[in-house]
């Protein structure tokens, strides 16, 4: 079993920035590969970062080196750092755990088995 609790969403004005949190529990094999989705009202749910067992990355083409991923391993947490933040950046944020995604399977969702709740991110102009 796997538990993914998401932080640090909140309001912010075009141009800002947030650090999204994501602490985990649980099954540590299962917490290997993590990555961040995001879901807007009405759109579906897009990969935005991700962080494969051997620490690579991969990111949105959105992104455009706006955000970065990291882990903290000896806290178990996941982050996403936000900077020039855009209204479109507007969305539940997720995070997502699974034993072993590599490649361009780490910005799909249906790789991952383990979810959190969210958090949710305004960013307005």
């Known amino acids: 079993q796997v538990q993914l609790v998401e932080s640090g969403g909140g309001s912010v004005q075009a141009g800002g920035s947030l650090r999204l949190s994501c602490a985990a529990s649980g099954d540590t094999y299962s917490l290997a590969s993590m990555a961040w989705f995001r879901q807007a009202p009405g759109k579906e749910r897009e990969g935005v970062a991700g962080l494969d067992n051997y620490g690579r990355t991969r990111y949105g083409d959105f992104v455009n080196g706006r955000f970065t991923i990291s882990k903290d391993n000896a806290k178990n947490t996941l982050y996403l750092q936000m900077n020039s933040l855009k209204p479109e950046d507007t969305a539940m944020y997720y995070c997502?755990?699974?034993?072993?995604?590599?490649?361009?399977?780490?910005?799909?969702?249906?790789?991952?088995?383990?979810w959190g709740q969210g958090t949710q991110v305004t960013v307005s102009s």
């Open positions: 997502a755990s699974e034993r072993r995604v590599l490649g361009v399977r780490l910005l799909m969702g249906n790789e991952y088995r383990y």
